[in-house]
């Protein structure tokens, strides 16, 4: 069950920009208030709607600072008596639906109302007061002449009359009834008193005959007594909306917490510091032991270089740019180098015999990237391997080089090739010239080419013919 803050008002004014002090509507409806605290009316004094519905708040109080308070909404809560509206005297609507305002109550409750000349809409209904007493709406009706409806409806003059006239006649009814109501309260409280201590007696017993079995003794059952599975019947009071709201808090809660534990942890600097250490001392710890294995558990992209500087080895390990430094340890050892970084361990042997004290550890500030230097014992060692490397890099290059140009004169000659396919074919030069600069027209230019392929047709013929009388005279 929660409490009415600052920090409350705040979340639910988002829309009047979170500014509390000039807001003149608020809904804290189902926030499971148990009171209206002072921090209401101090920090909200222009309010003209307050919305306080079904919740548990027990006494309408701390109101005396809102003024401007015209429409209060205090359904479905556990009010018993109407008062602190002494200083709204702008009241026109009032709710208090489903409350607990009884006859012993009720003419206490309409004397806190009377001087309310502005209060034209009243909601009881659902009360015990309205539901046990059949006088109950001419009662308020003559007492409240201001009133324009009671419950939602509308109060004609007929009814207005009606009730003054009663009124002498129910003032008399409603104290008797409020004296037999006092008496049958006092009955009540004695009741759920000697209820409370049988529940506390069965509660306890319950509790020794759980320990009783827990320890192995054997429990005699009372079969007389009534069966703690049998379902009790709960009335509508106070008490009982209470204990309803506490059990949902309760469940509520439980539930919070399982989503929270079922919630990724999170975890900063000072968690993966105290994981960091606990990875370096169980690596050193191994190491010592002569277990040199090389590993990678961080699939971290690492690369070797023996050729800058010269007589050094040069470890280039690739990690996060804004991983913090000291999230990474180097230890360098004359034959192997162990490096762990965020709790992974990257442990390599290493190309050649180093001198260890002398290492140098150093991040690009480019790139985060780790660079490990240590020079050699013997500077020319592998000096023969890092010669052909360099050999095979260079050679690696020329080739690379010479397919370039090849694939760009390939390229090239493609373009050529397909520039020379366009200009081949014949070209037509018809209608370049207009007819009237001098030019052939396209009809005359097809008339030309037909007579052209008619003479060709012609001399092919008699080039056939004659060489046929030649192979006859042969």
């Known amino acids: 069950m929660a409490s009415l803050t600052r920090e409350l008002l705040r979340k639910r004014s988002e829309h009047n920009?979170?500014?509390?002090?000039?807001?003149?509507?608020?809904?804290?409806?189902?926030?499971?208030?148990?009171?209206?605290?002072p921090c209401l009316g101090l920090s909200c004094r222009h309010l003209k709607i307050l919305l306080l519905q079904n919740n548990i708040i027990p006494r309408m109080e701390n109101l005396h600072h809102l003024k401007d308070l015209e429409y209060l909404n205090l359904a479905l809560n556990n009010v018993s008596k109407i008062e602190g509206l002494d200083r709204c005297e702008f009241l026109n609507k009032l709710?208090?639906?489903?409350?607990?305002?009884?006859?012993d109550t009720l003419e206490e409750s309409i004397d806190n109302l009377i001087d309310r000349s502005h209060l034209k809409d009243l909601y009881m209904m659902g009360n015990p007061a309205e539901q046990d007493w059949k006088g109950f709406k001419s009662y308020v009706v003559a007492r409240l002449p201001q009133l324009n409806q009671l419950d939602g409806t509308e109060i004609k003059r007929g009814e207005r009359i009606a009730a003054q006239q009663q009124l002498p006649a129910l003032v008399s009814e409603l104290r008797l009834l409020a004296k037999k109501r006092a008496e049958k309260r006092v009955v009540e409280e004695a009741e759920k008193l000697a209820e409370k201590t049988l529940k506390a007696e069965k509660a306890l017993k319950k509790a020794s005959k759980a320990a009783a079995i827990k320890a192995g003794k054997v429990v005699v059952e009372d079969v007389t007594s009534d069966s703690e599975s049998e379902e009790e019947l709960?009335?509508?009071?106070?008490?009982?909306?209470?204990?309803?709201?506490?059990?949902?808090?309760?469940?509520?809660?439980?539930?919070d917490a399982r989503e929270k534990e079922n919630?990724?942890?999170?975890?900063?600097?000072?968690?993966?510091?105290?994981?960091q250490k606990s990875s370096i001392t169980k690596a050193r710890e191994r190491e010592e032991k002569g277990s040199i294995r090389q590993c990678n558990e961080g699939k971290w992209s690492f690369k070797f270089s023996e050729s800058l500087p010269p007589g050094s080895v040069t470890l280039t390990v690739s990690v996060q740019k804004h991983l913090s430094s000291s999230l990474i340890d180097v230890d360098c050892?004359?034959?192997y180098i162990s490096v762990v970084i965020k709790s992974k361990v990257l442990r390599l042997h290493l190309p050649a015999e180093v001198i260890s004290n002398l290492a140098k550890a150093s991040r690009s500030r480019t790139t985060g990237e780790l660079v490990v230097t240590i020079p050699k014992v013997n500077a020319k060692e592998n000096m023969v391997a890092i010669r052909a490397a360099k050999k095979e890099e260079e050679r690696k290059k020329k080739e690379e080089e010479a397919r370039k140009i090849i694939r760009n004169r390939e390229r090239e000659g493609r373009k050529i090739g397909t520039k020379i396919a366009e200009l081949q074919g014949t070209v037509k030069i018809a209608g370049l010239v207009k007819k009237r600069d001098g030019g052939v027209g396209v009809d005359a230019v097809d008339l030309g080419m037909k007579e052209i392929k008619s003479t060709r047709t012609n001399i092919l013929k008699e080039e056939e013919e004659e060489s046929e009388e030649e192979e006859e005279e042969d």
């Not at 979170?18 to 926030?31: A, D, F, N, P, V």
């Not at 009335?235 to 439980?254: D, L, N």
Request: net charge negative; hydrophobic share 30%.
């Open 263 to 275: 919630q990724p942890k999170w975890r900063g600097e000072p968690e993966f510091l105290a994981e």
């Open 333 to 335: 050892h004359p034959h």
């Open 95 to 103: 709710d208090l639906t489903i409350n607990f305002i009884d006859v």
């Open 17 to 37: 920009e979170c500014m509390i002090s000039t807001m003149e509507e608020i809904s804290l409806h189902q926030e499971e208030l148990t009171s209206i605290d």
């Open 234 to 255: 709960t009335g509508h009071t106070p008490e009982v909306r209470e204990e309803i709201y506490r059990e949902m808090a309760e469940q509520k809660a439980e539930k």
